[in-house]
Nanobody
Protein backbone atom coordinates (compact mmCIF):
# COMPACT_ATOMS: atom_id res chain seq x y z
CA UNK A 1 0.00 0.00 0.00
CA UNK A 2 1.41 3.35 -1.04
CA UNK A 3 1.48 6.06 1.61
CA UNK A 4 2.56 9.68 1.39
CA UNK A 5 3.54 11.43 4.60
CA UNK A 6 3.89 15.19 4.54
CA UNK A 7 5.72 17.42 6.98
CA UNK A 8 6.47 21.09 7.24
CA UNK A 9 4.04 23.88 6.68
CA UNK A 10 2.86 26.36 9.27
CA UNK A 11 2.50 30.09 9.52
CA UNK A 12 4.93 32.69 8.25
CA UNK A 13 4.99 36.37 7.45
CA UNK A 14 5.04 37.57 3.88
CA UNK A 15 8.53 37.41 2.45
CA UNK A 16 9.44 34.45 4.61
CA UNK A 17 10.27 30.84 3.77
CA UNK A 18 8.92 27.40 4.49
CA UNK A 19 10.03 23.90 3.61
CA UNK A 20 7.66 21.03 2.89
CA UNK A 21 8.66 17.39 2.71
CA UNK A 22 6.81 14.37 1.40
CA UNK A 23 8.03 10.82 1.93
CA UNK A 24 6.58 7.97 -0.05
CA UNK A 25 6.50 4.37 1.08
CA UNK A 26 5.15 1.22 -0.50
CA UNK A 27 5.71 -0.86 -3.61
CA UNK A 28 7.44 0.73 -6.58
CA UNK A 29 7.41 4.26 -5.18
CA UNK A 30 10.98 4.71 -6.36
CA UNK A 31 9.47 4.89 -9.85
CA UNK A 32 6.85 7.53 -9.02
CA UNK A 33 6.78 11.16 -9.99
CA UNK A 34 6.00 13.29 -6.94
CA UNK A 35 4.03 16.50 -7.09
CA UNK A 36 2.84 19.25 -4.78
CA UNK A 37 -0.61 20.68 -5.41
CA UNK A 38 -2.38 23.34 -3.42
CA UNK A 39 -5.98 24.11 -2.67
CA UNK A 40 -6.82 27.67 -1.80
CA UNK A 41 -9.69 28.78 0.44
CA UNK A 42 -13.04 28.66 -1.30
CA UNK A 43 -12.04 25.89 -3.67
CA UNK A 44 -13.42 22.68 -2.28
CA UNK A 45 -13.11 20.15 -5.06
CA UNK A 46 -10.03 18.05 -5.65
CA UNK A 47 -10.21 19.04 -9.31
CA UNK A 48 -9.57 22.65 -8.31
CA UNK A 49 -6.18 21.92 -6.86
CA UNK A 50 -3.40 23.62 -8.79
CA UNK A 51 0.03 22.26 -9.48
CA UNK A 52 2.77 23.91 -7.47
CA UNK A 53 5.80 21.82 -8.38
CA UNK A 54 6.62 18.32 -9.57
CA UNK A 55 9.71 16.15 -9.86
CA UNK A 56 10.33 12.94 -11.76
CA UNK A 57 11.31 9.67 -10.15
CA UNK A 58 15.01 10.30 -10.73
CA UNK A 59 14.98 13.96 -9.78
CA UNK A 60 16.25 15.01 -13.17
CA UNK A 61 13.19 16.85 -14.41
CA UNK A 62 10.92 19.35 -12.69
CA UNK A 63 7.84 21.39 -13.48
CA UNK A 64 6.32 24.41 -11.76
CA UNK A 65 3.10 26.34 -11.72
CA UNK A 66 3.21 29.69 -13.51
CA UNK A 67 2.63 31.57 -10.28
CA UNK A 68 5.84 30.22 -8.74
CA UNK A 69 8.04 32.57 -10.77
CA UNK A 70 11.32 31.26 -9.41
CA UNK A 71 10.35 31.47 -5.75
CA UNK A 72 10.04 27.72 -5.07
CA UNK A 73 12.38 24.83 -5.69
CA UNK A 74 11.49 21.14 -5.67
CA UNK A 75 14.11 18.46 -5.20
CA UNK A 76 14.15 14.74 -4.63
CA UNK A 77 16.15 12.47 -2.38
CA UNK A 78 15.89 9.24 -4.32
CA UNK A 79 17.41 7.16 -1.52
CA UNK A 80 14.64 8.24 0.85
CA UNK A 81 11.85 8.61 -1.73
CA UNK A 82 11.33 12.10 -0.43
CA UNK A 83 10.38 15.23 -2.32
CA UNK A 84 11.25 18.56 -0.73
CA UNK A 85 9.61 21.84 -1.67
CA UNK A 86 11.54 24.90 -0.59
CA UNK A 87 9.31 27.97 -0.70
CA UNK A 88 10.89 31.41 -0.52
CA UNK A 89 9.46 34.91 -0.80
CA UNK A 90 6.06 33.68 0.29
CA UNK A 91 3.07 35.91 -0.38
CA UNK A 92 -0.38 36.07 1.18
CA UNK A 93 -1.78 34.48 -2.00
CA UNK A 94 0.27 31.37 -1.21
CA UNK A 95 -1.99 30.63 1.74
CA UNK A 96 -3.49 27.22 1.03
CA UNK A 97 -3.54 23.58 1.96
CA UNK A 98 -0.64 21.88 0.22
CA UNK A 99 -1.01 18.27 -0.88
CA UNK A 100 1.62 15.80 -1.96
CA UNK A 101 0.61 13.45 -4.76
CA UNK A 102 2.36 10.65 -6.60
CA UNK A 103 1.90 8.65 -9.75
CA UNK A 104 3.85 6.11 -11.69
CA UNK A 105 5.43 7.21 -14.95
CA UNK A 106 5.85 10.90 -15.70
CA UNK A 107 4.65 14.21 -14.41
CA UNK A 108 1.09 15.27 -15.15
CA UNK A 109 -0.38 18.67 -14.39
CA UNK A 110 -3.92 17.70 -13.45
CA UNK A 111 -5.03 16.29 -10.10
CA UNK A 112 -7.20 13.70 -11.82
CA UNK A 113 -4.03 12.00 -13.08
CA UNK A 114 -2.88 11.20 -9.55
CA UNK A 115 -4.07 8.23 -7.57
CA UNK A 116 -2.02 8.61 -4.40
CA UNK A 117 -2.42 11.61 -2.09
CA UNK A 118 -1.19 12.77 1.27
CA UNK A 119 -3.41 14.28 3.93
CA UNK A 120 -2.38 17.85 3.25
CA UNK A 121 -0.50 20.43 5.26
CA UNK A 122 -1.59 24.00 5.90
CA UNK A 123 0.51 26.98 4.86
CA UNK A 124 -0.61 30.38 6.09
CA UNK A 125 1.11 33.58 5.02
CA UNK A 126 0.24 36.79 6.80
CA UNK A 127 1.10 40.38 6.07
Amino acid sequence: QVQLVESGGGSVQAGGSLRLSCTASGPFVENFAMTWFRQTPGKEREAERELVAAVTWDGNSTSYGDFVKGRFTISRDTAKNTAVLQMNKLQEDDTATYYCAARDHGIRRWPSNYFYWGQGTQVTVSS
